[in-house]
């Protein structure tokens, strides 16, 4: 039977292999919220073990996305179930955790109306957070091709404003970081509450922020990007507590720091165009 200018199509089964993904984030997500809810000062490990549930949804995310468009089964159906599996498993899930470990155990205090405030802060600041993580979402589900307020290098990819799986990893990564042990002092809380608020920033700002689409493992150094691959894999294991750290954080700063250096490069050139 000619075949000839027919585009080969996908079976229907292979449309199940990214979701069984993305249900995996949901589970993910699920479980992250059962552990947040049993965690206490006393039994802090179901803390640890909520941060590296939504750790592991944010390899599943990043995988179902991939597999869909290597297989060539992306559908609308698929990107539908992503966000709303986003939503529970970075909205609500990293929420309802960064409320309880950093804000529901606090102690009581000598000034019992100051751990309120701090409790009802907490509270607003959380939502605050998943609010722009859902905004995040939508935003990227109907734009075009956006663009960043300050552009980066051309030929690069970036994503417009902090992903929100990376905004839930800021979160998960310090308190794993902490092996789940609850903050326990009003000034930590509050410098916690002000990293919440300005995670959620960054998820809504227009600020650029590197995708890493355009890694391959069919470059031309094949063998090089697996042995950093293994490297990475391997001191993620072993340290998970910093390295985890360390990568939220410097991704988080990143984004700052690419704003940062744009604005100084602008006033920079205004000056300059000034000076003629």
């Known amino acids: 039977m000619d075949t000839g200018g027919r585009r080969h199509q996908p079976s229907r089964g292979m449309y199940v292999l ?33 941060a590296l549930a939504i750790g592991f949804a944010i390899l599943f995310d990043g995988l179902d996305g991939r597999i869909a468009r290597m297989t060539n089964t992306t559908s609308d159906f698929g990107k539908e179930l992503d966000s709303l599996a986003d939503v529970i498993t970075f909205g609500v899930a990293p929420s309802l955790l960064a409320y309880i470990w950093g804000f529901r155990m606090l102690p009581l205090m000598g000034y019992p109306g ?30 075009i091709n956006p663009q960043p307020r300050n552009p980066g290098r051309p030929g690069h990819k970036y994503f417009v404003g902090m992903p929100i799986p990376a905004g839930a990893g800021v979160i998960c990564a310090v308190i794993h970081c902490f092996n789940g042990s609850p903050i326990n002092r009003p000034w930590i809380a509050v410098v916690w509450m002000c990293l919440i608020g300005f995670t959620g920033f960054l998820m809504v700002s227009s600020w650029r922020f590197w995708s890493g689409k355009e890694i391959s493992l069919g470059n031309r150094h094949p ?15 072993l340290y998970s507590e910093y390295m985890l750290i360390i990568l939220a954080l410097g991704y988080l700063v990143s984004g700052v720091v690419a704003r940062l250096a744009y604005s100084w490069s602008r006033e920079r050139r205004h000056h300059s165009t000034e000076a003629r």
Do not use: E, K
């Open 114 to 143: 100051l751990r309120d405030q701090i409790l009802h802060l907490g509270v607003f600041v959380c939502f605050v957070f998943l609010i722009c993580g859902a905004c995040r979402l939508a935003r990227f589900n109907i734009s």
């Open 223 to 237: 063998f090089q990007m697996v042995a950093l691959v293994g490297v990475l894999i391997a001191l993620l294991w």
């Open 18 to 50: 990214p979701s069984l993904f993305t249900a995996g984030n949901i589970a993910a997500g699920y479980y992250a919220i059962t552990q947040s809810v049993q965690g206490s000062v006393g039994d802090s490990i179901h803390f640890d073990h909520a």
